[in-house]
């Protein structure tokens, strides 16, 4: 009877964990651990923050006008993000990692990892992270798609462009918060956005 008992347990903890896998693979997360948060066919699990008028156009969200963002709802602190981006010439965008206030996001109050090759000051244009650190290699993003991967790991960021490492600085200014796509000006792109949480 006890042996009935011990096996009926162990096939009950058994279904409780294939339904928790399969829980976490309906909400988008794979065996290595990588999450969907934009995958070019809806923005849900994004609010939206501002006036840009962005839409979805294959398998990319796209803006042209206005301000503003697309914010997670989750708080993020260690990580690693993956991102596609296309963007025009004159386009100021950027993603804000650990932000501060999710209703006001701005570049004081969490860390931009830039995307604006045609910057008046030119020390934090596409690659850097503004205020903190200047690109270590000029890559010009305009009228191409591009791959952002940003690692955020305790103090330390990283930031990779096209495969070019352009930052690795240490700050403990921000620990955590939601991340921001941002719509700035000329047109802007964004597809197969992905996070893992470390």
């Not at 058994?14 to 809806?42: C, K, N």
Request: glycine fraction near 12%.
């Amino acid at each position: 009877m006890k042996r009935a008992t011990i096996v009926l347990l162990g096939l009950g903890l058994l279904s409780i964990g294939v339904a928790g896998l399969h829980a976490e693979r309906a909400a988008g997360q794979d065996d290595d651990g990588w999450m969907t948060l934009f995958d070019g066919s809806t923005l849900e699990g994004w609010n939206v923050l501002g006036d840009a008028n962005w839409e979805l156009a294959d398998g990319a969200v796209r803006a042209d006008s206005g301000t503003g963002f697309l914010v997670t709802p989750k708080s993020y602190g260690d990580f690693v993000l993956t991102l596609e981006f296309w963007v025009d010439e004159p386009a100021n965008s950027g993603i804000f990692i650990r932000c501060q206030d999710a209703q006001s996001v701005r570049d004081n109050n969490s860390y931009e990892v830039n995307i604006y090759d045609t910057r008046a000051d030119q020390t934090y244009r596409t690659g850097g992270i503004v205020h903190f650190a200047a690109p270590s290699a000029i890559i010009n993003a305009g009228g191409q798609w591009n791959t952002y991967e940003i690692r955020a790991e305790g103090t330390r960021l990283t930031v990779t462009l096209n495969g070019t490492q352009t930052v690795d600085m240490e700050d403990s200014m921000y620990s955590d918060g939601p991340i921001a796509l941002q719509y700035g000006l000329g047109v802007v792109k964004f597809r197969n956005v992905r996070i893992r949480e470390l």
